[in-house]
């Protein structure tokens, strides 16, 4: 597969992780993310088990924390692109901002890989 992507790796006798954070505004106009699959994010680590995965996490326009399901602890050996839906009541005001934070944590001598993100939203 031919990803541009971002690979997290350690040699520390510990888990090590690295945190990728992104500030996105959201188009005027914006009403909502679409409901089947919000977010979509291609991922990969070198092996399992243990702790080396990815993790995704969202603040809203208020920066409150929102419920995201399918972006928690992925540990995808080969290329897979990871739907992730969001819950809950969050707010998302048309030019406003969220965060969202990708954590790759590897153990020693794995990798954490992701790949391009995607967000699909109605406006």
């Not at 510990?14 to 991922?43: C, E, H, M």
């Not at 897979?80 to 406003?96: L, V, Y």
């Amino acid at each position: 597969n031919s990803h541009n992507y971002y690979e997290w790796t350690t040699s520390e006798p510990t888990t090590q992780d690295y945190d990728i954070v992104i500030r996105y505004r959201l188009p005027d106009g914006f009403s909502s993310f679409d409901a089947a699959a919000p977010i979509k994010l291609w991922n990969k680590v070198s092996a399992t088990p243990g702790s080396t995965a990815v993790t995704v996490t969202m603040l809203d326009t208020l920066g409150a924390s929102v419920t995201l399901t399918g972006g928690s602890a992925l540990q995808n050996t080969s290329w897979t692109e990871s739907t992730i839906t969001i819950g809950g009541s969050p707010t998302f005001t048309a030019g406003g901002y969220i965060t969202i934070t990708i954590k790759m944590s590897a153990d020693q001598a794995k990798a954490a890989d992701i790949g391009e993100l995607t967000m699909k939203g109605n406006w």
